[in-house]
């Protein structure tokens, strides 16, 4: 089992930023994939990047590409997600996930551990 913890998440106003931030305390995730997805009330889960195991390759999903951006930091072992310009649609509670692969995992069923969320909420 991996404890995966969010951060960074809280209330901006519309053309904010925020960068959220997944670590797994005491353990390491190096070796995987790691995505963030979010969901909103009323709304399906929609997985929002993805990055490979090295960092290399990235997924960003059309409702924030060009907005936002994901990275890694092996040696601190934390994922990123930059968020810019953020809109009320992008308000929704965040989590990371830790995919099965190394490489890029577009579905939530590739996805073994997951965060318990963080809520960003954008005024308008």
């Known amino acids: 089992q991996v404890e995966l913890v969010e951060s960074g998440g809280g209330l901006v106003q519309a053309g904010g930023s925020l960068r959220l931030s997944c670590t797994a305390p005491?353990?390491?995730?190096?070796?995987?994939?790691v995505g963030w997805f979010r969901r909103a009330p009323g709304k399906e889960r929609e997985l929002v990047a993805c990055?490979?195991?090295?960092?290399?390759?990235?997924y960003l999903a059309n409702s924030v590409k060009g907005r936002s951006t994901i990275s890694r930091d092996n040696a601190k072992n934390t994922v990123y997600l930059q968020m810019n310009s953020l809109k009320p649609e992008d308000t929704a509670v965040y989590h990371c996930?830790?995919?099965?692969?190394?490489?890029?995992?577009?579905?939530?069923?590739?996805?073994?551990?997951w965060g318990q969320g963080t809520q960003v909420t954008v005024s308008s």
């Open positions: 005491g353990r390491t995730f190096s070796n995987r994939a």
């Open positions: 990055i490979t195991w090295r960092g290399v390759s990235t």
């Open positions: 996930a830790t995919a099965r692969v190394m490489d890029l995992a577009l579905l939530a069923s590739q996805y073994e551990y």
